[in-house]
């Protein structure tokens, strides 16, 4: 990694002892038991433990440019793959296999905040990690569940899978920022543009080719939640998750800076 890369990482804010601690007592006073094996009466647990607590969940699409992380601390957030690496004071993370492990820059190691990744991911497993929940993936055909014991509907997509996570935990609502684009963005959109909000993420190719198919599955995949619409604010103006309620980042951002 280069140095100005390494520096930049440092200096981001990580999670304080207070919010470690705080962490921690969801955790613990739900009575987790940690585990590399499956428990019924432990999964359980988690369904609802965040019962009407509002949450973030951050994606790294171009409609995540512009948050404002200084707030963050103000609400439980759930980072998606990369998004931790402008995030590090998540609450939670979340990614499903070794791609990400292979290209991120974070150090997992010294995170201290809790890990959602698939019950086949051997992230962990050996150290027997305290702070890491490994779900099931549904299978294909599938839809989304509110019972972790059930699994999770993930279509190998980790956006979804962190809404599922964020829905089966309670939360509510819950904000999806970085899982859209605006609309005007795709029909303007160049070769070579940058795609994501930050650059060479996990070595995503930037093409219209790539951003119409990400488009057209996205709002396929996260169509499945719709039911839960009142639930789920889709942070992108003018976006393709037309389904839910939504409202700009800008908007967002002044909301929360002034809870």
């Not at 038991?33 to 433990?49: D, E, G, P, T």
């Not at 964020?166 to 940058?194: H, R, W």
Request: aromatic share 12%; charged share 20%; hydrophobic share 35%.
């Amino acid at each position: 990694m280069l140095r100005a890369e390494k520096e930049k990482l440092k200096n981001r804010k990580v999670l304080t002892s207070r919010e470690v601690q705080d962490t921690w007592k969801w955790f613990e006073n739900i009575g987790w038991v940690n585990s590399n094996k499956w428990s019924v009466k432990n999964y359980s647990k988690l369904n609802n433990s965040l019962k009407n607590v509002p949450c973030v969940v951050i994606g790294s699409s171009i409609a995540a440019k512009g948050l404002d992380y200084s707030n963050l601390h103000k609400i439980k957030t759930l980072c998606v793959n990369h998004a931790i690496e402008e995030c590090c004071q998540s609450d939670m993370l979340l990614f499903q296999d070794q791609r990400f492990l292979k290209h991120t820059k974070f150090d997992l190691n010294s995170y201290k905040g809790l890990v959602f990744t698939s019950n086949t991911n051997p992230f962990g497993r050996k150290e027997n990690k305290r702070n890491v929940v490994y779900f099931k993936p549904l299978q294909v055909g599938h839809n989304p569940t509110m019972d972790f014991n059930r699994g999770v509907y993930t279509r190998k997509s980790s956006g979804v899978c962190a809404l599922n996570v964020a829905l089966i935990l309670g939360c509510s609502p819950v904000y999806l920022i970085g899982m859209d684009t605006p609309k005007e963005f795709n029909d303007s959109y160049q070769d070579g543009e940058q795609l994501h909000y930050k650059e060479n993420y996990g070595n995503a190719p930037n093409t219209k080719q790539a951003l119409d198919a990400y488009t057209s599955i996205a709002k396929n995949l996260f169509s499945k939640f719709s039911v839960y619409g009142p639930r789920i604010i889709n942070v992108c103006e003018n976006g393709h998750l037309d389904y839910f309620n939504s409202m700009g980042l800008e908007q967002f951002n002044r909301m929360l800076k002034a809870w």
